[in-house]
């Protein structure tokens, strides 16, 4: 399914510290259009790092960024943003002061004239929820009087906006309930065939398999393996993550 | 909504704060007829116009203030900035003999310069505000005094127009009522397109009896205060100025991409920055206008009491204009608030102190009173906050 195309979004030998702790070691990583790369390690492996770096919310300390093949520094969310990579933050980086509406477009507000045009913004948000077949009492609530599970469609919605290339999403499965982790999934299934690359971290390995095209398994810092899905058994999973050798 | 439900969502709302100035708007017409009750003079058309004239100058001030509150920082400087920036027109005309518009300027240009540092301290070394605007209040205050030099008091003639401005310029009766008809009919026009793009894009609306109600509402509100000051000498032009600037920065904060900015930086600045808002220019905005804002206070100040001393702007202009802004309702937490919180907050702080003046109550009571308040302002901003946590 990749093929040898170039690769949309790119890490190449992406070190990251803080201060003494090593949380990301020289690590590669590729993302196709139409494909699905999972990500999973456990608890401090280093991937909302690295889904920081993908996404420029930090800058690596070593290493290169790429986006179709060339190097490109990340300084910033709105930068790559620009660049069609959009991210849903592991925190969802919502303000919960804002309604829906006002988080969804933070940023991107559309104006009319010098003032801001709710009517499109508001409009434009059902749309959107529907789509994610999301159920939001209103899009006029305040974010802090949502449940988990909603917050997190409101942050997927927004990284929706705009049609970005790739989407970064960070543990986007870990609020959810069982039955919105099966619409989500499916939504990631409809992001690949409109022709998104989707990168997804996870902890549930049952979640990964049944999604992603690409496993990469990262243990402390340092990629630990890269399997394809179908062919890939759990208990091998599993090894990879935990470092445990059979 | 039967009459329980009603209440029960009405009284959710006041614990939650989404009810915004309407409360503190309440208390401020309790507080009029309180003292009315203790003093008959107190609700008389000359008593409020000279009210609103006072408040002017401090209400600017407090504007400020509600902007850097609203992106989770405070000023405790403004009190001095505009004291520094009272000094500045009063030397710089008077004594240097500087036309007076150039004068003003500069001492608008302090209040930007002050903002600036203040907004490169906060963004680049992340101190926090209140440390870093204490000591700017010493250091300016010490310029303050600098720039008055030995005399420490300079007076302004009274036939300047600045003076003029501030002490006896009021709208005639045909501007007042022309300034009332436009602002009303903009209001309608605005509510009515917004309702007919709102139909046609087949979103919720609310009923065409609260639209007109509202209109009415404020029509009805703004001929009275007209109307009833009008008996007397009417709307003076700084109040004007100073209504005029918080209707302005209410727009700006509910209806343009930087308000937006602005109130998300407030709420969370971490998330803002993750959805690309540029915060560090969110925060130059709040700081710099905050100063500006005070700086041109001091100005319409010392318009108003036609000479600048070294009590210009201190101790008790600064306080005055903190506590309108949080007694107004703006929260100190950050990310809520109103515009028109400086309004009914210097209304509040104002009508306390002219009340208790009218009851032959002194400076010490009017501090007391004033403080007390404050305090169940911060009070009721606590609970709020924690019942919208809940
Ligand atoms: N801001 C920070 N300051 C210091 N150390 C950090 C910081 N953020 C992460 N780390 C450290 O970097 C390592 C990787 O953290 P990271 O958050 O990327 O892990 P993660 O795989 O996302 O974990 P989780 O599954 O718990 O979300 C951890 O050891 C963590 O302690
Ligand atoms: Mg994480």
């Known amino acids: ?246 | 909504m039967n009459d329980l439900g009603l209440a029960a969502s009405t009284w959710q709302r006041l614990r939650t704060g989404d009810l915004g100035v309407l409360p503190v708007a309440v208390v401020l017409v309790l507080i009029g007829l309180v003292f009315q009750a203790l003093n008959p003079h107190f609700l008389s058309a000359d008593n409020l116009v000279n009210l609103t004239q006072q408040a002017a100058a401090t209400g600017v001030i407090a504007l400020g203030v509600v902007l850097t509150l609203h992106v989770g920082q405070i000023d405790l400087s403004v009190g001095a900035v505009s004291g520094l920036a009272a000094a500045v027109v009063a030397v710089g005309s008077v004594q240097l003999g500087w036309p007076l518009w150039l004068a003003v300027l500069a001492a608008l240009a302090v209040g930007v310069l002050v903002g600036s540092i203040y907004a490169a301290l906060h963004t680049r070394l992340a101190v926090p505000s209140f440390v870093f605007t204490l000591a700017g209040l010493l250091v300016i205050t010490g310029l303050q005094m600098r720039v008055l030099g030995p005399t420490g008091s300079v007076n302004l003639p009274f036939e300047w127009w600045l003076v003029r401005f501030c002490q006896t310029a009021f709208l005639a009766p045909a501007t007042s009522w022309a300034i009332v008809a436009l602002v009303v009919a903009g209001y309608a026009a605005g509510r009515v397109t917004d309702r007919v793009r709102r139909v046609r894009a087949e979103l919720p609306v609310a009923p065409l009896w609260q639209v007109v109600a509202r209109v009415v509402a404020l029509a009805a509100g703004l001929s009275v205060v007209v109307a009833y000051l009008g008996t007397n000498r009417g709307v003076g032009a700084v109040f004007a100025l100073f209504v005029g600037l918080v209707a302005l920065t209410d727009l700006m904060l509910r209806r343009t991409r930087w308000g937006r900015f602005v109130r998300a930086v407030g709420g969370d600045a971490e998330a803002a920055r993750k959805a690309g808002v540029p915060v560090r220019r969110v925060f130059v905005s709040a700081f710099v206008a905050c100063s500006t804002l005070a700086a041109l206070g001091g100005v319409l100040a010392v318009g108003r009491l036609a000479a600048a001393n070294q009590g210009s702007g201190a101790g008790d202009t600064n306080l005055t204009a903190i506590a309108a802004a949080v007694i107004g309702g703006t929260s100190l937490f950050g990310g809520r608030g109103s515009a028109w919180s400086a309004l009914v907050g210097i209304l509040v702080v104002q009508s306390i102190s002219t009340g208790l003046t009218l009851l032959n109550l002194d400076q010490s009571a009017r501090l007391v009173v004033t403080g007390l308040v404050l305090a169940v302002a911060v009070t009721i901003d606590a609970l709020q906050r924690r019942a919208r946590e809940a």
């Open chain 1, 1 to 246: 399914m990749t093929g040898s195309t170039v690769p949309v979004l790119a890490l190449l030998g992406v070190s990251k510290s803080y201060g003494a702790a090593r949380a990301l070691v020289d690590v590669d990583l590729q993302v196709h259009a139409h494909e699905v790369v999972a990500v999973i390690g456990d608890n401090g492996a280093g991937k909302s790092t690295l889904v920081g770096a993908l996404t420029g919310a930090l800058v690596p300390d070593e290493g290169e960024v790429l986006v179709d093949g060339s190097p490109v520094t990340l300084s910033d969310p709105s930068v790559a943003r620009g660049l069609g990579i959009a991210a849903v933050f592991q925190d969802l980086a919502l303000c919960a002061n804002l309604d829906v509406v006002e988080n969804l477009y933070l940023g991107h507000e559309a104006q009319r004239g010098p003032l801001l045009d709710e009517v499109t913004m508001e409009k434009h948000a059902w749309e959107l929820l529907n789509q994610l077949a999301a159920r939001v009492p209103s899009v006029r609530v305040p974010v802090a009087a949502l449940s988990g599970g909603q917050r997190q469609a409101v942050a997927i919605a927004r990284s929706l906006l705009g049609e970005p290339r790739v989407i970064v999403l960070d543990e986007p499965t870990a609020a959810l309930g069982l039955r919105q982790t099966a619409e989500f999934l499916t939504l990631v299934e409809r992001l690949r065939e409109r022709g998104h690359g989707v990168l997804l971290t996870s902890h549930s390995l049952a979640d990964v398999q049944a999604v992603a095209d690409r496993i990469v398994v990262l243990r402390l810092g340092r990629t630990n393996g890269e399997f394809d899905a179908a062919r890939t058994s759990y208990e091998e999973l599993l090894a990879a993550v935990t470092g445990i050798q059979r």
